[in-house]
């Protein structure tokens, strides 16, 4: 199970969002390089970096912020907002980032989800935002029709890395993890399952690493690691040893 510690760019600074709300943005560090080597240093092995200006513009804003983490750190980071291009993929894979996820792009442009699987094999994840049990986009601002199980399901051939599954009513507001609706998706896709909004404290990982969660890749950590309610050495230690038993 891997956490993946989140790092959201707003105008360059690193933030955290209430419920996807960029008027109720808290600023936790205007040096998101420094705040990815923290990550580093902790022990983490993966970065969930999002560009929250770019999510809404539909186009690449926080770039610079982006590239001064990637110069930063040598652990793999995966990058959504505001990609809805093949041309912006490859330039982001190019500039060394692991995995992109598609979100907007994967409601709007389906077409470009299955073309970027095949260009950039094992690189693209999707990201399935939800409010109310249906998939929004553009940055939150707008709520579809389809479910977040049926949007996975249009890409169960297309070679999708991992689903990143946000649930945006717990997004930022310590409420826990949407477990039983992240579950239900894993269960009803092939493709790995990453959960996100929401994870408050140690019992969230515990709750995580129980066998009847074992088919999900890991867990987005925001808010409660910036406040302290998470402790990252707990949390890591935690999944370590769990890891070492199960070996």
Known sequence: MILFPAIDLKDGQCVRLRLGEMNAATVFNDDPAAQAL????????????????????GRPVNAAAVEAILAAVSIPVQLGGGIRAVA?????????????????????????????????PGRIAVGIDAKGGK??????????????????RRFEDAGVAAIVYT????????????????AELARATRIPVIASGGLASLADVEALLRPEHAMLEGAITGRALY?????????????????????
Not at 93 to 116: F, Q
Not at 173 to 182: E, K
Not at 232 to 245: M, Q, T, V, Y
């Open 167 to 182: 649930d945006i009513e717990r997004d930022g507001v310590l409420r826990g993890l949407n477990l039983s609706a992240t």
């Open 88 to 120: 912006t993929i490859a330039a982001w894979l190019g500039k060394g980032v692991r995995r992109v996820i598609l979100g907007t792009a994967a409601v709007r442009d389906p077409g470009l989800v299955r073309e970027a699987c095949r260009q950039f």
């Open 227 to 247: 406040d302290g309610r998470l402790d990252a050495s707990a949390a890591l230690a935690l999944i370590s040893s769990r890891a070492g038993s199960a070996a």
């Open 38 to 57: 923290a990550f580093e240093a902790q022990g983490f092995r993966w970065l969930h970096v999002v560009d929250l200006n770019g999510a809404f513009a």
């Open 135 to 152: 998939v929004a986009v553009a940055g939150w601002a707008e709520v579809s029709e389809l479910t977040a199980i049926e949007l996975a």
